[in-house]
């Protein structure tokens, strides 16, 4: 039923000119919407992104003189931090499992 459809589809200047125009319509109708409810609709966020773009100068950046104190904690922190086991070995049964592990022995294949 629909063999030999693709060459006289493919041939066709309406199908190329279909495929081109009708996604770009598409898309420009959208962002004409979108650009119409910016512009005379906006919302609060929207006029909260405005000032902000547009006040992004005008403001003083202060320095922070915690700074430096922050990264000694955190450097700090990081050294005093416990490097040990994921459990406990006072545990009962835990420290006999751990003593029994053999890394030598052969691994089983699976099979």
Known sequence: ??????PELYGS????LASLIIP???IYRDAVWLYYRRMYMPQGYV???EIERFRSGEHLELPNPFAGSN????LFQR?????????????????ELVQKYDTTA???SGN
Do not use: C, D, H
């Open 79 to 95: 050294i005093k931090k416990n490097r040990g086991y994921a459990f406990s070995q006072n545990e009962s049964g835990q420290a």
């Open 71 to 74: 990264v000694a904690a955190r």
């Open 13 to 16: 200047s309406f199908f190329w």
């Open 1 to 6: 039923m629909l063999y030999g459809l693709t």
């Open 24 to 26: 770009v319509v598409a």
């Open 47 to 49: 006029i909260v992104q």
């Open 106 to 108: 052969p691994k089983p």
